[in-house]
């Protein structure tokens, strides 16, 4: 494990296991092993087990749920993370890892509020601040996002993704020429980041500039094979040119 021969070591850990099931310490090892080896729904199901072994059953969290979500399992991520939540309510970590998963399980507004009371209680921790302001954005509220992301983005002006928050606040409130700005300076940034691509190639689309939306399509098709979306809108605009 210290050299990071991970599946040399699967096997003499996993005997420790066997031999010692509730020992709280081989099965964080073995957790542990199964993340580098990218067996995600079995780390999840040992960072299971260390929650009811462990002294400390917080040292499972986030863990438990990234692994979940990595697995692709968003609905048993979230109830990991709400077990983790119960035990430390007020661990900035836990009320975020908790949020992000609902928002992506697309409970928004449970997200929002929970995004909320984080940034009440630790108001330096940036991440739940984006975090609110995004949910804010898809609650429609783009006014209450642009302000929260202009000011992460005064305090961090290279914050990509307060920057896209920014940006797509800006198209929906009308002012085109800001977000393009905003989001212009995210691709820079962070040129493998598809949602900047795809927002460009949105207003670009909408300005009728076929050329650069065919641009950014195609950067966002090269970066995201499975975007099968995009890559028939590429294949329409082609046509279009014509």
């Known amino acids: 494990r210290r050299y990071g021969k991970w599946a040399r070591a699967l096997k003499p850990t996993l005997r420790l296991h066997d031999a010692y099931p509730e020992n709280h310490i081989y099965t964080g090892e073995m957790a542990d092993i199964y993340n580098h080896l990218g067996r995600y729904s079995e780390e999840a199901a040992m960072w299971e087990s260390y ?15 990234v692994a979940y979500e990595k697995a692709g399992e968003i609905q048993s991520a979230v109830s990991a993370l709400d077990k983790c939540l119960m035990l430390e309510p007020a661990n900035p970590d836990s009320i975020f890892y908790l949020a992000r998963a609902l928002e992506r399980e697309g409970q928004t507004d449970r ?20 975090g609110l302001a995004r949910t804010r954005l898809h609650q429609g509220k783009a006014a209450d996002a642009r302000a929260m992301a202009e ?56 300005d009728s500039n076929l050329d650069q939306a065919i641009e950014q399509y195609q950067k966002v098709a090269e970066l995201d094979k499975s975007n099968t979306a995009v890559i028939q809108r590429l294949h329409l605009l082609r046509r279009a040119k014509q």
């Open 51 to 65: 929650l009811t072994q462990a002294p400390r059953p917080i040292e499972a969290c986030p863990q438990v749920g």
């Open 151 to 206: 000011k992460i983005v005064n305090a961090s002006p290279n914050n990509v993704d307060a920057l896209l928050v920014l940006g797509l606040a800006c198209q929906q409130l009308g002012d085109r020429a800001a977000a393009r700005g905003y989001l212009e300076r995210g691709a820079r940034l962070a040129d493998s980041y598809v949602d900047f691509h795809l927002a460009l190639g949105n207003l670009a689309e909408q």
């Open 111 to 130: 997200a929002a509020e929970l995004y909320a009371r984080g940034a009440a209680l630790s108001p330096g921790y940036v991440d739940l601040a984006i």
